[in-house]
Each structure stands twice: as C-alpha cells, then as structure tokens.
C-alpha cells in the first residue's frame, strides 16, 4: 500500500509555503504488533504552524526536525489494529502530520465519540474551541454585562470567544478584515458590533460602541488592531493573549503601542498556550457540546482538498482569506 507525507526541508524567512516541503511517496511496510494504522480524513492548518518550524528552541514545542513529516493535528479512522487500545473504525484525534497514513501506539492518539460530526473535532471540539473557551473562561474571568472586544474575530478562536462571550452575557465587539466577515459576526453570530481593521477608524469605533471602555480584550492577531484596543482599555481591564497571526512571518507590527497604558489604567496582561491544558479538554468539551446543542454557536469550516495543497492553502491564514477553521480533506471520512 502507498503513502504520502510531506517532510520539512528548510526553515522558511518568511512565509511558509510548498517550496519548504519534500513529497515522501512511499510504500508502507507491513504494521507492527501492538500499533495501529490510521487513515488520516482531515488535518488542520494552524498559525502555530509557522512558529513550528522556525529553529526556536525556547518555544512551547520544540522545532519540527529537518527531514520530519510535518507536525499537524488531524482526525483519522482506525483501519487495522494490533493493539488493545484501538479496533478498527475507531475514530482517532491528535497530532497526525501532513501524512495519508499513520501507525500509532496506545497513547498517541485518542478515541473520539461519533455523536459529533468528523469535522467538529477539528473546530468547535478541537484546538480552536478548547482555546476559545479556555482563553476567554478561565484566563478572562468575565462577568455577564462587561463588554469584550475580540480581534481576528471572524477567525477559527475568535469567532467561537465572541459567541461565548454572547452566551455568557457580554456585549461583544469583533475586529476582522473584511466587511463580509463583520457583516457575518453581526448577523449570524449575534456579535453586538464589528469593526474592518483595514477600513474603519478603529478609535472611532471602540468609542462608538464601548463609550465607557473595555473591560476585557482578546488578542489573537497583534498590530493595528491590539494597539487600538489597548487604548481603549478600561481601568483595571483584563486583556488576553491568545496570538500575534500579523507578526508570526517575521513582519514587525505596524504600529507599536503606547505601553504606559498598562500602568495608569492598572491593566492585567495574560498570555496562554493550549498545550499547558490539555486536561481540561473533558469539562471544555462538555461545556461547548452544551452550547452546541442549545444552538448558540455556529461554526464554519474552510475545507481544502488534498494534502498535496496543504502548504499553498496555509497562506490563507494569513492573507485572510480562509473563511472560518481552515483544515485539509486527506481522504474520505466514510
Ligand atoms: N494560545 C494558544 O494556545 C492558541 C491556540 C490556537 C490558536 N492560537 C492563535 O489564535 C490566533 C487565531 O488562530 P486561528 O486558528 O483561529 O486562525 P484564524 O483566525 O482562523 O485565521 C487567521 C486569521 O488571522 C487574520 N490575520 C492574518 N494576518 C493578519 C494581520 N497581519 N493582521 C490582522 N489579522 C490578520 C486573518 O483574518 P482577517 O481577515 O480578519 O485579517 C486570518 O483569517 C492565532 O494568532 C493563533 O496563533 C493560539
């Protein structure tokens, strides 16, 4: 049987794209006793990505190896096991690669339930929702009639915080890049305003909508738009630090902010990784399957077909065009 994986061959100066892969096409060997063989259905193209195979050391990861398949989470389907940990037909979520195929041990990867759909795992049950939920929940702390702003709004995290935040009581603001993604935060996601970063006067906007300020603020771009939301800060305000998506290409911001801020409106700066809580994942789960099927949020995927157009698509993520979780179909999920 033939596989096809993707393996790092250079560390990219600036944006990530297909000339930094090699396209292994091999033949797989025969699996081995106590593993099982899993048929990679969808993996997920992450901003993290890019800082994966930048050559930082010091980082929550370690940097992908030269020569390595290229480190992505993913979904398969359990095809043939000689393990007691998996049977076939089991649904497996975790860390794939950009790989058609993959063995694992006990442990690599997990079991899912299939009262949800294959794609919610790679969204809403995924890194993008424990991260919304943990980011906003538990590292925001916010109470109901405060008012939240969320940038990279119209995104995979940011879409997921806004509605959260909605069904948490909050009047929340979203900053996106395009009016078709601000037109969506308001009309279907029930966002109480929204701002296009490249169009808008933001400080126009933020006193407009938050005349009193902001109590809490989730940043997963950096740039223009944290630099704006920074100024319009409440005392004693909380904001989050999910992600800087505009400097994660090596760009520096476009406008550094006016930091004295933190100290005369005594703000709370706090930054988090979702790979320091991955035992949260249950109760996260359980608290977003509640909201699911109370019908509060909604979710979009950008699905690309094929693993050999994973490292073109992985520019959406930061030209803005993906619309919604951008994620690669490898193979079918029946
Ligand atoms: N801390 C954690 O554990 C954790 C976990 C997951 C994700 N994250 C972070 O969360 C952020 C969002 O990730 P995601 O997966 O949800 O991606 P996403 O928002 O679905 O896609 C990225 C979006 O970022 C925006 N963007 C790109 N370049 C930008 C720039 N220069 N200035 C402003 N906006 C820009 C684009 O939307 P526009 O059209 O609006 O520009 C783009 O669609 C990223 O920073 C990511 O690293 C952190």
């Excluded at 706090?270 to 994942?281: I, R, S």
């Amino acid at each position: 049987m033939r596989n096809l994986r993707y393996t790092l061959k250079t560390r990219p100066e600036g944006a990530l794209g297909p000339e930094h892969f090699d396209r292994v096409d091999e033949e797989l060997t025969a699996l081995e006793n106590g593993k099982a063989r899993v048929r990679v259905v969808y993996v997920s193209l992450d901003p993290a990505m890019r800082g994966w195979v930048s050559a930082d050391t010091k980082s929550y990861v370690p940097p992908v190896p030269i020569g390595d398949t290229m480190r992505a989470l993913g979904v398969g389907i359990v095809e043939e096991s000689k393990s007691d940990a998996f049977k076939p037909g089991d649904w497996v979520s975790g860390f794939t690669g950009w790989t058609e195929w993959l063995d694992i041990a006990p442990g690599a990867m997990n079991v899912v339930p299939k009262t949800a759909a294959m794609e919610d795992y790679m969204g809403i049950l995924g890194l993008a929702g424990a991260t919304a939920y943990h980011g906003l929940v538990k590292e925001g702390q916010p109470k109901a009639g405060e008012t939240l702003c969320v940038t990279g709004a119209a995104g995979s995290v940011g879409s997921l915080v806004g509605q959260i935040g909605k069904a948490l009581g909050l009047r929340v603001i979203g900053i996106a890049g395009t009016d078709e993604k601000c037109a969506w935060l308001i009309n279907e996601l029930g966002f109480d305003a929204a701002l296009n970063y490249k169009t808008d006067d933001l400080d126009k906007g933020l006193a407009e909508f938050a005349p009193d300020g902001l109590d809490l603020h989730f940043e997963n771009v950096g740039g223009k738009p944290f630099a704006a939301a920074l100024r319009h800060m409440k005392a004693f305000g909380r904001m989050i630090f999910c992600g800087f998506i505009s400097v994660y290409n090596g760009d520096r911001p476009d406008e550094y902010p006016d930091m004295t801020a933190i100290v005369r409106r005594r703000l709370t700066f706090k930054g988090f990784v979702m790979t320091d809580h991955f035992d949260e994942y249950p109760s996260i789960f359980a608290e977003l399957g509640k909201l699911m099927q109370a019908g509060k949020l909604t979710y979009r995927l950008d699905v690309v077909e094929g693993l050999e157009n994973a490292a073109s698509a992985f520019g959406k993520l930061f030209a803005g065009t993906n619309k919604g979780k951008l994620v690669v179909k490898v193979s079918n999920p029946s």
